[in-house]
């Protein structure tokens, strides 16, 4: 059973900088994409940041620019840089990963790690 565990959430002034870490219990190179969601207070979690197997990335266009989504397959884990914080980016972040195996999705969270950024 691979378990993804987030660190890194910290309360911050806008304009501040923070590094999220996803660690797996599992190797993420099996992992075929690895994404950051976060989830507002009264709102729908959302994706963030997705990063495949390949290195390719994307993001939602409130955070481009200014947060990059980065794994280490050595350290089975992933990251996301966030820089120029703002307050709506206020919400617990969450780590998941993505596999096919045997021809089956297989879905991971992690328990979420919480980012309040005050104006």
């Known amino acids: 059973q691979v378990q993804l565990v987030e660190s890194g959430g910290d309360l911050v002034q806008a304009g501040g900088s923070l590094r999220l870490s996803c660690a797996a219990s599992?190797?993420?190179?099996?992992?075929?994409?690895m994404d950051w969601y976060r989830q507002a207070p009264g709102k729908q979690r959302e994706l963030v940041a997705t990063?495949?197997?390949?290195?390719?990335?994307s993001y939602i266009d409130s955070v481009k620019g200014r947060f990059t989504i980065s794994r280490d397959n050595a350290k089975n884990a992933a990251y996301l840089q966030m820089n120029s914080l703002k307050p709506e980016d206020t919400g617990v972040y969450y780590c998941?990963?993505?596999?096919?195996?045997?021809?089956?999705?297989?879905?991971?969270w992690g328990q979420g790690t919480q980012v309040t950024v005050s104006s």
């Open positions: 998941a990963a993505r596999a096919i195996i045997s021809s089956r999705w297989y879905f991971y």
């Open positions: 599992g190797s993420t190179a099996s992992f075929t994409a």
């Open positions: 990063i495949t197997s390949g290195g390719s990335t």
